[in-house]
Nanobody, 123 residues
Framework: EVQLVESGGGLVQAGGSLRLSCAASGVDFDSYAIAWARQVPGKERAGVACIDKTDENTYYIDSVEGRFTISSDTAKNMVYLQMTNLKPDDTARYFC????????????????WGQGTQVTVSS
């Protein structure tokens, strides 16, 4: 059974950094893509970054490119999102999500979400 547990959120000033962690038990990193998505109240969840094929491929949305880095430690079954130069617009609840396939595939019925961790960036 795949389970995802996020940690590392918190309150940080604009320009600061945070590292989010996702403990991904039951995940075969060769078969799953792992992504980080975020959601603000009243809006849908939106993907931020994705990694697949055991670190072979990484993807970012334009607004975080160069500031966020997604990585994995397959020996520890962990996925990380290093966030630097944070902006108030980055404030959201961040979710770890796993799905069979690659980052560019359509969602499958096997998609699993974690519970999320809150990131708040003050100006």
């Amino acid at each position: 059974e795949v389970q995802l547990v996020e940690s590392g959120g918190g309150l940080v000033q604009a320009g600061g950094s945070l590292r989010l962690s996702c403990a991904a038990s039951g995940v075969d990193f060769d078969s799953y893509a792992i992504a980080w998505a975020r959601q603000v109240p009243g809006k849908e969840r939106a993907g931020v970054a994705c990694i697949d094929k055991t670190d072979e491929n990484t993807y970012y949305i334009d607004s975080v490119e160069g500031r966020f880095t997604i990585s994995s430690d397959t020996a520890k079954n962990m996925v990380y999102l290093q966030m630097t130069n944070l902006k108030p617009d980055d404030t959201a609840r961040y979710f770890c999500v796993a799905d069979l396939g690659t980052c560019t595939d359509d969602p499958t019925p096997h998609r699993i979400w974690g519970q999320g961790t809150q990131v708040t960036v003050s100006s």
